[in-house]
């Protein structure tokens, strides 16, 4: 993906301040605040990797779990309509709706890529 790095698991946003002239971001996908700078893109990467190595080493120090950009589960509403749709097509193929939600997607997000 454009504007973004990603290091040890954590994905980071880079952007550009013309005003100042820095390149800065964020570590996406957590609540955490966590965020970096650099003058150049080298040293906005190297920014970057730091500070995801502060905030894992700070987690161990207190003792407390690093957040997890992405643990595999979210909520998606759809509508109960649709919702009605997609579970008895999973009854009527024998499959859990589950199944039939990450297959939809991963289709989706293939054709979207190509």
């Given at each position: ?77 759809t509508g109960s309509a649709l919702?009605?749709?997609a579970a008895l097509f999973a ?10 939600i990450i297959e939809a997607l ?9």
């Amino acid at each position: 993906m454009k504007d973004m790095m990603n290091y040890k698991g954590y994905d980071g946003s880079v952007h550009y301040n013309d005003g100042d002239q820095i390149f800065h971001g964020k570590l996406e996908f957590i609540s955490a605040l966590v965020s970096y700078e650099g003058e150049d893109v080298k040293g906005l990467k190297a920014s970057f990797e730091e500070a995801v190595n502060d905030y894992l080493d700070m987690c161990k120090e207190e003792r407390i779990e690093p957040e997890k950009p992405f643990k595999g589960n979210f909520n998606v509403r759809t509508g109960s309509a649709l919702h009605r749709r997609a579970a008895l097509f999973a009854k009527e193929q024998n499959i859990n709706l589950n199944n039939v939600i990450i297959e939809a997607l991963d289709k989706y997000l293939l054709a979207r890529q190509a």
